[in-house]
């Protein structure tokens, strides 16, 4: 249930608007650690989550597959601890109107070696 304002279209108008998109968000990594610690240190902290994706999502895609792609990476990239990311990214009324939402479903994976 992420929203967040993203520089995201085809034509350079629509990037410039900075319309929001919705994220869903599922993150693969071991809590075991965190649950018995009580320690936000010991975990993947959710507003530094939203930061990154907010930092990604400032940077231009004409593509939702493109942006889903960028955030996977930044998560993966910024937290050791995951292990894999399921990203669900719509935009919001591409089509005002005519169609409520569309996107992209993706699972990205660490790639361990």
Do not use: M, N
């Amino acid at each position: 249930g992420i929203q967040v304002a993203a520089a995201l279209g085809v034509s350079a108008g629509e990037r410039a608007l900075r319309r929001p998109v919705e994220i869903d968000l599922d993150l693969d990594c071991d809590l075991a650690h965190s649950g018995t610690s009580d320690e936000l240190a010991d975990t993947v902290d959710y507003v530094a989550v939203w930061e990154t994706i907010e930092k990604a999502a400032s940077t231009e895609c004409r593509l939702a597959e493109a942006l889903a792609e960028r955030i996977c990476a930044a998560l993966l990239a910024r937290f050791p601890p995951i292990e894999a990311v399921r990203i669900e990214l719509r935009k919001i009324a591409p089509i005002p109107g005519a169609v409520r939402s569309a996107g992209v479903r993706l699972t990205r994976r660490r790639v361990v070696g």
